[in-house]
T-cell receptor, first 116, second 111 residues
Framework: DTAVSQTPKYLVTQMGNDKSIKCEQN?????MYWYKQDSKKFLKIMFS???????INETVPNRFSPKSPDKAHLNLHINSLELGDSAVYFC???????????????FGNGTRLTVT | GIQVEQSPPDLILQEGANSTLRCNFS?????LQWFHQNPWGQLINLFY???GTKQNGRLSATTVATERYSLLYISSSQTTDSGVYFC?????????????FGAGTQVVVTP
């Protein structure tokens, strides 16, 4: 009965490969996010979707492409992986748009991506 | 400049001690939340608190929006309180829904 689940938990791959991370939430939330946590634990928003519509797109290389097939799912596809992409990627969700409508952010358990 | 600043960066506590973590922000906010990242990396939402005071067990938080700061109080700390505490804000001058995180306070509670 996990609220926000993402797969895989660990991802080890070589430079130049393409990989995807999947996220699903069963909270009935309208808004989903991808955050990146670097090696110094700094968390930065990458993308946000509300009801399948992209609403936040931070300065992220276009090798990163989010896709939301429905409001319960938000996937992240990364092309041509680079060493600097190594990080922990967190999916999150909140109710309503924007997240300031008295709705706390709920995070998944993260995907640790290591690019060799 | 830095829009969300947390202090102290590190804190070592003996079990049973009380402590206060601070979050300063550069502008008025729509939204402020506190999170705990445990040693296994899980991020848990502690409080949604753009203003006022809330309590949840041994934890409480106060946000004084007019003075642009928020405080997180940990009372009678336990080893399970160890981890990193993050403050995140949605500034009114920023994109809606965009929570900006501070650098965190690393807390270690020793037995």
């Amino acid at each position: 009965d996990t609220a926000v689940s993402q797969t895989p938990k660990y991802l080890v791959t070589q430079m130049g490969n393409d990989k995807s991370i999947k996220c699903e939430q069963n909270l009935g939330h309208d808004t989903m996010y991808w955050y990146k946590q670097d090696s110094k634990k700094f968390l930065k928003i990458m993308f946000s979707y509300n009801n399948k519509e992209l609403i936040i797109n931070e300065t992220v290389p276009n090798r990163f492409s989010p896709k939301s097939p429905d409001k319960a799912h938000l996937n992240l596809h990364i092309n041509s992986l680079e060493l600097g992409d190594s990080a922990v990627y967190f999916c999150a969700s909140s109710q309503g748009w924007p997240s300031s409508y008295n709705s706390p952010l709920h995070f998944g358990n993260g995907t640790r991506l290591t690019v060799t | 400049g830095i829009q969300v600043e947390q202090s102290p960066p590190d804190l070592i506590l003996q079990e049973g001690a009380n402590s206060t973590l601070r979050c300063n922000f550069s502008d008025s906010v729509n939204n402020l939340q506190w999170f705990h990242q445990n040693p296994w990396g899980q991020l848990i939402n502690l409080f949604y608190i753009p203003s006022g005071t809330k309590q949840n067990g041994r934890l409480s938080a106060t946000t004084v929006a007019t003075e642009r700061y928020s405080l997180l109080y940990i009372s009678s700390s336990q080893t399970t309180d160890s981890g990193v505490y993050f403050c995140a804000v949605e500034l009114t001058t920023d994109s809606w829904g965009k929570l900006q995180f501070g650098a965190g306070t690393q807390v270690v509670v020793t037995p």
